[in-house]
């Protein structure tokens, strides 16, 4: 297990570098710096001393690839740079919007589970009924609404209209600033999971073993609680898991819309302002996240189905 | 599922629709009748869905903003289904070295979500069209080429791809003439799902400022401005996001409605 | 190979279909054409026919595991003296397993692919004795055991991936005998098998049904497995049952022109197959037209047999 646990730990080692390499060369290559966008932008930074010597503070003035060499062998010791704009290392202006974006996917994954499997598991028992159209209606609608209008719409009948639960904002403990973006960002997990479970249970019930356990006299509850949901279960973890490591980046619209101070809206509010090492920094994260929870869910993937080999 | 199909081509028709007739079929100029005294006017005759901040026709942008998303999913989706489809082809064809590296390449652009990257690279281009063309129309290509290397291992051992290269075909010409036309199909299918996923991705750059830059009406910044509306005029947020809505949804169910046709697989399995 | 006791004193049948029909939905197609057998405790009785006949579908009528859109549409199927088709779900779940078991085809895909072999086979003894989960696994073990299974603690532990495709089907008889059922209903056991371990599972439920008295149906397509398992074999054409004799009258003069094409079709061990694919018998040719037509096969007796022999009214 250990050894399993170690070999796709060093598999995402090549997919890291790469992530950096593209991020670095996109805004290195790319004429136009953060100091020029800022003199564009009308701030005092037009003298050339000042400008020298910004350009030699953040190592502007090396080459392409001892800068990418710098970066790269910074990130060997956690280094991600200095903020361009707070003169802060990047890893402490990080730091304190991974726990609300963290936060926030795990809640968004919970409603889409709550609600999405159930739909899923009913709609596939009742095959065909109106029950089944109405959630493959609602999960295909689910998949097609941008989830930053679905926010502007809950913000507008729940904060707005009723006054039940703050339109935007974070606190820290507060479930009610949570619920709304939670919501608009798990409508489409719900989606998917709805579908996943659907096609799976029914996959699984025209499976031989379920004939078996009928002719061994399981009852149907039992059938369904024992022997359908173990099987669909391994299906329903995989896609909740990848939906989770991929949340992270889908939530920067809705973080933006409910200012919400996480990774999303730090890699927006850097990207207009051109600060790069945080730009990096943030997309890093995001990276980090998705790879980290692939290789959590190919482990209990492992765990819970006995015919992946963990050799 | 015959019925996803015919309602999916349904709204997509309608959104081209408006896209193409968006002269003839505003009322209003979408950008020059601005006229702050008819400003957060409710929908009623004759703004039809009544009037944003500046006082211009919520309905004249929307169908001018047909036009933006429309070009920016189908061209952005276009150049992805290119590069997805020659870089998988070329990978299952080819193998080896170039197999290995197009596979890793594809695994580095799943593990950066598309939006991310998207936004990565607009903000190096700064905002407008052609840049959202092409950040778009980089960064979604993964699924494209996946499908299409899959195919293209199970076609290369097949009898007439093997009777091609006997011929002496080029390995151009047999990828071309002989793969291609074999994985029309499912590559139609993701490219339907891309162009509504083009539209989404879009509208959220554009909601976030770095994509159509206002005054041209896209319904991404519509939604920008409506959302300081949001108290007074919910109209200006509803109705643009309704057509985000119906778009997307019309390219989902078509797209679905594709696959279920080519894959009667897929089609038992739903009855 | 045959069971010892014969029905010698006749004994009263232990399950008996009548005027069986099967039909696709409400309106559909009829699949079985009214099947009428009787299966005497201890016997081991076998099905024939070609694919599609309804031999399968027999099988999973009396056990009440018709897939919809195919349901029983008229007909009685008596275990003991009630009616199986005229009892609650409750009830027949009950029978089912307990009291009549059965085997299916691909012991690749029969069992759950993600509970322990011991699990599934203790499962059995908690629903239908009652037992406590860790009382069943023990008891799991012995019916491992018994089906010949090596180490079978070990083997209680491993999950169906990790068994071979004899392996997995020795597990399925251990189910289906757990509860020591009146009646085992064999749907193909040994076709997707490995012709190396087809006898010896044959062999292992021939035993232990012989050891319980348990009677079998057997399914099949193979007339080799019928000939050395059966007492008595039904042949199955189109939905009909055609014929039924004792095993060895069977082959020695079978009564129904399809039978004799059935028994043709087989390919006989050390016969040389002569000019290449021409002398592979296909049912179609042997079998006379009318024979073939949509309504012809009926049940044969030898009474009708001699009659139209010598010219005689029936």
Avoid at chain 2, 250 to 255: A, D, I, S, W, Y
Wanted: include cysteine; charge should be positive.
């Amino acid at each position: 297990m250990m050894g399993f646990v170690l070999r796709r730990l060093l598999q995402m080692i090549p997919t890291i570098l790469a992530v950096v390499l593209i991020i670095f060369f996109i805004f290195s290559v790319v004429p136009g710096s953060f100091l020029t966008s800022l003199m564009s932008e009308g701030r005092n930074m037009t003298n050339a001393d000042v400008l020298a010597q910004m350009n030699a503070q953040f190592g502007l003035d090396d080459p392409i690839p001892v800068r990418l060499w710098n970066y790269v062998s910074g990130l060997l010791q956690f280094d991600l740079g200095i903020s361009y704009r707070t003169r802060e290392p990047v890893t402490s202006v990080l730091a304190p919007r991974l726990w609300p974006s963290i936060q926030l996917a795990i809640a968004a994954m919970t409603f889409a589970a709550a609600v999405g499997i159930p739909l899923g598991f009913m709609a596939a028992l009742r095959p065909g009924s109106l029950f089944d159209s109405l959630t493959m209606v609602t999960a295909v609608s689910g998949l097609s609404v941008p989830e930053f209008w679905l926010g502007l719409l809950l913000m507008y009948v729940f904060a707005l209209q009723l006054g039940w639960l703050p339109s935007f904002g974070y606190q820290e403990n507060s479930l009610r600033h949570l619920i709304l973006p939670a919501v608009a960002l798990g409508v489409s997990p719900m989606a998917l999971l709805a579908r996943t479970t659907r096609a799976g249970v029914l996959d699984v019930m025209n499976a031989d073993f379920v004939r078996t356990a009928r002719a061994k006299g399981v009852s149907e509850p039992r059938l369904v609680r024992a022997h359908i949901t173990r099987n669909v279960l391994v299906l329903v973890l995989t896609t909740m898991g990848l939906q989770i490591g991929s949340l992270m980046g889908q939530a920067i619209v809705i973080e933006k819309l409910f200012s919400w101070p996480g990774i999303g809206s730090l890699l927006v509010d850097s990207v207009s302002v051109r600060d790069i090492p945080v730009v990096q920094g943030a997309v890093l994260v995001i990276v980090l996240w998705f790879l980290v929870i692939n290789m959590l869910v190919d482990i209990a993937y492992a765990l819970i189905d006995p015919r992946i080999k963990v050799a | 599922m015959r019925f996803n199909f015919m309602f999916g081509l349904f709204l997509v028709s309608i959104v081209v629709l408006a896209a193409l007739l968006a002269g003839v079929l505003a009322p209003f100029d979408p950008i020059m009748d601005a006229d702050l005294m008819s400003s957060e006017l409710p929908p009623g005759a004759p703004h039809w869905m009544g009037t944003d901040a500046q006082g211009r026709d919520v309905l004249s942008r929307i169908l001018y903003g047909a036009r933006v998303s429309l070009l920016v999913g189908v061209v952005s989706q276009l150049i992805n289904s290119t590069i997805g489809a020659a870089l998988g082809i070329s990978a299952g064809y080819f193998g080896g070295v170039w197999d290995d590296f197009v596979n890793g390449l594809t695994n580095v652009m799943l593990a950066i979500p598309s939006l991310v990257f998207a936004l990565a690279i607009m903000a190096v281009l700064g905002p407008g069209l052609p840049s959202l063309l092409i950040a778009l129309g980089l960064t979604n290509w993964s699924w494209t080429c996946r499908i299409a290397r899959g195919s293209t291992l199970s076609l290369k051992s097949q009898s007439f791809v093997l009777a091609a290269k006997a011929a002496g075909f080029s390995d151009w010409n047999i990828m071309r003439t002989q793969i291609l036309p074999n994985i029309v199909g499912p590559l139609l299918v993701i490219g339907t799902l891309g162009i509504g996923s083009a539209v989404l991705a879009e509208a959220a750059l554009s909601f976030l400022g770095i994509g159509i830059r206002p005054p041209t009406p896209s319904w991404g910044n519509m939604l920008t401005d409506a959302r300081e509306l949001l108290r007074t005029a919910p109209w200006a947020a509803i109705f643009p996001g309704l057509a985000i809505f119906v778009t997307v949804l019309g390219f989902n169910l078509l797209g679905d409605g594709l696959r279920d046709m080519l894959d009667p697989h897929m089609r038992t399995r739903r009855a | 190979m045959n069971h010892g006791q014969r029905h010698d004193a006749n004994p009263d049948p232990i399950l008996s279909v009548r005027d069986l029909r099967v039909q696709i939905g409400r309106k559909g197609p009829q699949i079985l054409h009214g099947v009428s057998l009787d299966i005497l405790p201890g016997e081991t009785y076998g099905l024939v026919g070609e694919s599609g006949s309804g031999k399968s579908v027999t099988g999973l009528s009396i056990m009440g595991l018709l897939k919809r859109p195919l349901n029983v549409s008229t007909g009685t199927i008596h275990y003991q003296d009630q009616n199986l088709l005229k009892l609650g779900p409750r009830a027949r779940r009950r029978l089912r397993g307990d009291l009549i078991a059965m085997i299916f085809q691909e012991p690749m895909t029969a069992l759950n692919p993600v509970a322990s072999i011991g699990t599934q086979i203790a499962e059995m003894f908690v629903i239908h004795r009652g037992m406590d989960w860790t009382t069943a696994r023990q008891r799991a073990v012995e019916a491992l055991d018994s089906v010949q299974v090596p180490s079978p603690e070990e083997r209680a532990r491993a999950y169906p991936h990790q068994l071979s495709g004899g392996m997995r089907q020795r597990v399925m008889i251990a189910i289906a005998l757990a509860c020591r059922p009146d009646l085992l209903i064999a749907d193909e056991p040994t076709t997707a098998l490995d012709v190396t371990v087809q006898a010896g599972v044959l062999k292992l439920i021939d035993e232990l049904c012989r050891a319980e008295g348990t009677a079998v149906l057997l399914v099949s397509h193979d007339l080799g497995v019928i000939a050395n398992m059966c007492q008595r074999v039904g042949v199955m054409d189109r939905g009909r049952l055609i014929e039924e004799q004792d095993t060895a009258a069977l082959f020695a003069n079978p009564l129904h022109p399809y039978t004799r094409g059935l028994l043709a079709a087989r390919p006989r061990l050390g016969s040389r197959v002569e000019g290449g694919r021409k002398r592979l018998t296909e049912l179609d040719e042997i079998v006379p037209q009318g024979a073939r037509g949509h309504d012809s096969p009926t049940l044969v007796t030898p009474r009708e047999v001699r009659a139209r022999a010598t010219g005689a009214p029936a």
